[in-house]
């Protein structure tokens, strides 16, 4: 499942993402910004900032991996929070 828009992520939740990756290439990173923030198609964003495609695919391979995980991670957030109030 995919967790992330293309074109329909802030700069901020991007940056935060990252944080959670060892992900370190400024280009990647731009790469991955414009194509989830900006909407540029993944090959158009690997051309602007001189990547290899599968790089990039890599990428944001890593990246959905790390939103699946924060999402599973609010889940079980809400899950409580509910739970507690129920109680």
Do not use: C, P
């Not at 991955?32 to 993944?42: A, P, R, S, Y």
């Not at 990246?63 to 129920?86: G, P, R």
Request: no cysteine; net charge negative.
């Amino acid at each position: 499942m995919k967790y992330l828009i293309q074109g329909g992520e802030s700069a901020e939740r991007l940056q935060l993402l990252l944080q959670l990756t060892n992900i370190d290439s400024d280009n990647i990173k731009a790469a991955l910004h414009d194509h989830f923030v900006t909407g540029h198609q993944d090959n158009v964003a690997a051309i602007r900032n001189e990547v290899k495609k599968s790089n990039l695919s890599r990428a944001m391979k890593r990246i959905e991996e790390v939103a699946n995980t924060v999402e599973q991670i609010k889940e079980l957030d809400w899950q409580k929070l509910h739970m507690d109030k129920v109680a």
